[in-house]
Nanobody
Framework: QVQLVESGGGLVQAGGSLRLSCAAS????????MGWFRQTPGKEREFVAS????????NYASSVEGRFTISRDDNKNTMYLQMNSLNPEDTAVYYC???????????WGQGTQVTVSS
């Protein structure tokens, strides 16, 4: 089992930055692909970014590419999402995910709220 805990969410003005962290416990996540999803009320959960087990091949949703950067530090069992140039459309609950293979995530965190004011 892998437990995931997100942190770093909050309120920020448009154009600002936040860095989300996802701390994993229970098992090492070095053998897992990881990623971020987000959800706003009334909408389906949306893919944001993913990173492979080796840290390579990051993938981004087109809506965040060029503004967000995903990274991982397996020595700390932690994944990050650096979010720059935030806009109100980025307001959502952000979820950290992990799984044996990219696109097949069976571990989810509880989510952290990101609110971007205009």
């Amino acid at each position: 089992q892998v437990q995931l805990v997100e942190s770093g969410g909050g309120l920020v003005q448009a154009g600002g930055s936040l860095r989300l962290s996802c701390a994993a416990s229970g098992r090492t996540v070095s053998t897992h692909a990881m990623g971020w999803f987000r959800q706003t009320p009334g909408k389906e959960r949306e893919f944001v970014a993913s990173i492979s087990r080796s840290g390579g091949g990051p993938n981004y949703a087109s809506s965040v590419e060029g503004r967000f950067t995903i990274s991982r530090d397996d020595n700390k069992n932690t994944m990050y999402l650096q979010m720059n140039s935030l806009n109100p459309e980025d307001t959502a609950v952000y979820y950290c995910v992990a799984g044996r293979n990219a696109g097949s995530y069976n571990y989810w965190g509880q989510g952290t709220q990101v609110t971007v004011s205009s």
